[in-house]
């Protein structure tokens, strides 16, 4: 039919087994230099309709933002999480993921039953079982609303950070290793809120 489309969220999977309770994780911030690592892990009811949701990476910022309060008031429980730079150079950027989705499932006011990762890898949380789903982000809608918590809340702390930090251009570039961050790390070098594991390619800085 000429000019129609298909809402996103009508080819998202409502579950991944009838009849459990499912929390879909996610992250956002796992490829960045700086900032945290963010997880956020959603449930939402079967029947909850929440127009336009679908994988964060498919949305602009404005469609972002305003699905977050539509996931955070129709979700049965939420929950968003950081790891710090400092614990994930100590962890390791791919341990500190899970280490953040973890405590997004410890922050849950509801157990869930069954636990949606997006994904191919995962460590066990407690005796609930769980299944890894390659791009899950686009294929569930709880999977979805938990990459756009995650990104959103993320994207909102680093913009707070770039207050803090103008040089690095944090409230465009979120943290991620795009060319003016680069830039910046080679004529500032790093601050606290980098993290010291990561190739960052810097030089010392000028001195003046």
Excluded at 13 to 35: I, N, P, Q, S
Excluded at 76 to 92: F, G, K, S, Y
Excluded at 102 to 111: C, E, G, P, V
Aim: glycine share 6%; charged share 25%; aromatic share 6%.
């Amino acid at each position: 039919m000429p000019g129609y489309t298909v809402d996103a969220m009508s080819r998202l999977a409502a579950y991944h087994t009838k009849g459990l309770l499912e929390a879909g994780c996610d992250e956002a911030g796992r490829g960045c230099l700086a900032g945290p690592v963010v997880a956020a892990a959603v449930i939402l009811p079967a029947r909850a309709r929440i127009p336009g949701l679908d994988d964060s990476k498919k949305l602009t910022a404005v469609k972002r933002e305003a699905l977050r309060p539509l996931i955070e008031s129709h979700a049965l429980a939420w929950a968003v999480v950081a790891v710090e730079p400092a614990e994930i150079d100590t962890l390791n950027i791919l341990r500190a993921s899970f280490v953040a989705m973890h405590r997004a499932l410890d922050a849950l006011h509801h157990r869930p039953q069954h636990l949606l990762i997006d994904g191919n890898r995962f460590i066990p949380y407690r005796d609930i079982p769980h299944t890894c789903l390659v791009k899950g982000d686009g294929r569930f809608r709880s999977i979805a609303a938990a990459s756009i918590l995650a990104k959103t809340h993320r994207d909102e702390l680093m913009t707070r950070l770039h207050a803090e930090h103008p040089v690095y251009n944090w409230a465009i570039n979120k943290g991620y290793p795009t060319e003016d961050h680069r830039e910046a790390l080679n004529r500032f070098g790093p601050c606290a809120h980098h993290r010291k594991s990561f190739r960052l390619n810097y030089a010392e800085p000028e001195l003046f």
